[in-house]
């Protein structure tokens, strides 16, 4: 079992490894979680905790 702490930090680990020009989903982060650690998490709950890193959402962390 991950701890909060543990899983802010492999949530943003999963961020800052994504292709910026196609940036996950918060659906793609929760699916990895998943099959990476056997998480099985909402797709609200991954948005709620990056929102609490203050991480935007794919959409804004698009680079082109």
Do not use: C, H, W
Request: glycine share 2%; no cysteine; proline share 3%.
């Amino acid at each position: 079992v991950l701890r909060f702490a543990a899983f802010y930090r492999k949530v943003k680990q999963i961020i800052d490894a994504e292709d910026k020009q196609n940036p996950l989903s918060d659906q793609a982060i929760a699916d990895r979680l998943t099959r990476e650690s056997g998480i099985e998490i909402a797709r609200r709950t991954v948005a709620k905790y990056r929102d609490q890193l203050r991480i935007p959402s794919a959409r804004m962390r698009k680079e082109v």
